[in-house]
């Protein structure tokens, strides 16, 4: 189990904030019983399916799973328990939508499975979604018509604000009044959260429409936030 600085994973050697002998499935069954749901688990290569499995397993239909997910394999998740499946760079090619693909997705799964992860860069003081581990921009910019006509093929966006995510920085205010504004399905954000206030903030600024992704911050990632007060604060909130 780690935790890296997303925007390092097409180097050689990743920065890895955090790693652990704990497995995904310890972390899984902590989200059960403070029945969170919605976490990730996100297989970073290949290599990890079967512990992507074991985590499935102890929180059946509380997780989502990405990470080379394929028409060809994403039936075999949800049996395994997911609820979701989280896909980016399968229906980005070439930089544009394929949307043949994001057709047969829908059709193996249904839309009501589907997360859309819809990462982004900011480019030329506009937000593009990135694939690839991050590397590569499509042409796809993140504003109302894009969201619109994506939204049509998923039941959920799943947003990091990929120059800050694992950096501890604070959140991407702009990025998350632009997905408020203009997502018209549910939307997690993910990136930056460093304390409290941080998540005060997704909640003011999101309209108490968005969901957070909070990762290298938690002391349970080996960060300075307090888990069980971040999900006291979630549940508050109504963010969680």
Known sequence: MKQIVGSTLADEAPVTNFDTDRSAAWYAD????????GGHVIMLGPGNEEAARQALAVFPGGLQVGGGVTPANARQWLEAGASHVIVSSHVFREGKVDWDRVKELVETVSRRHLVLD?????KEGRYYVVTDRWRNFTDVEIDSKNLLRLASAADEFLVHATDIEGKLLGVDTELISLLANESPIPTTYAGGVRNLDDLRQVHTL???????????????????????QVVALCRRLGTS
């Open 206 to 228: 999101g309209q108490g429409r968005l969901h957070v992704t909070v990762g290298s911050a938690l002391d349970i990632f080996g960060g300075p936030l307090d888990y069980r």
């Open 30 to 37: 902590l989200y059960r019983r403070d029945n969170l749901r």
């Open 118 to 122: 819809l990462s982004c860069r900011k």
